[in-house]
């Protein structure tokens, strides 16, 4: 599906409650005077780059471009025929690091609202909830007609968006390969009893630096504040009941 249909696995549905709600954010005092306090940098990155930035969005855009061309090498510094600014290298990295307040300012503020929440992340939260509903026995593995495995393939909004509806998210920027793991388990003791482990795998750039398994960096465990009262220690993983969590999830249909 184009991208603006798409609101299972993206977050650029048109929505005009949501959209409005994101305008309101982003225009608060606090981002007003945020913009206004590095005016000159605005002006400056904005002649450099060609276009105007004089937005949180477009600040945060501008400074996710020169992230992702420094991590390959390529600094505009190196070839711009007018260099009014005298950029450097150096000097570029400090751009970034004062970019980097945008970034932050976007990324731990667009997914707060309970609108924004229910629009962007709730679809495929219910999609989840539901599959594990369905699910008649994962101790039965002779029943080929059972999905074991289920795979979901988006971008870091969808996934800092899923994560800020669960209030688990860090606020730390979305790496690369990011993986949310929802996993699905059955009581021995009591076969009517499922529980719902939730693991966040945000380091798989140690895998690409290394073949050492040392270096290995396994998933995080997510205990989910709204299941708190009902969580369960299970050889060191919290598990949320199925009935908690799906009634957790449902809340944002």
């Known amino acids: 599906l184009p991208p603006n249909e798409d609101s299972l696995l993206r977050t650029k549905k ?56 420094h991590e390959n090498n390529y600094y505009w510094s190196d070839h711009l025929t007018n260099n009014t600014y005298n950029w450097t290298r150096n000097y570029e990295n400090e751009v970034v690091r004062m970019l980097k307040d945008f970034a932050y300012a976007r990324w731990n503020n667009e997914w707060n609202s309970t609108l924004t929440k229910r629009v962007r992340a709730g679809e495929l939260l219910v999609t989840i909830g539901d599959n594990f509903h369905q699910k008649k026995s994962v101790l039965d593995l002779e029943n080929d007609d059972q999905n074991k495995l289920v795979l979901f393939s988006s971008h870091d909004t969808k996934v800092a968006s899923i994560l800020a509806a669960l209030d688990v998210w860090n606020g730390i920027f979305i790496p690369y390969s990011t993986s949310i793991i929802f996993e699905l388990h059955q009581s021995v003791a009591n076969q009517t009893d499922f529980y719902v482990s939730v693991r966040y795998y945000n380091e798989t750039m140690s895998l690409l630096k290394t073949n050492s398994s040392a270096d290995f960096k396994d998933s995080y465990a997510l205990s989910l504040p709204d299941c708190a009262q009902q969580t369960l220690q299970i050889d060191g993983q919290p598990m949320c009941p199925l009935e908690r969590f799906n009634e957790i999830v449902r809340s944002f249909q």
């Open 14 to 69: 048109p929505c005009p409650k949501a959209e409005s709600e994101r305008q309101s954010t982003f225009s608060s005092p606090s981002m007003m005077t945020l913009l206004a306090q590095h005016k000159d940098l605005l002006r400056e990155v904005s002649a450099v780059g060609g276009y105007k930035v004089n937005e949180i969005l477009e600040a945060d855009r501008f400074h996710e471009n020169l992230v992702i061309e």
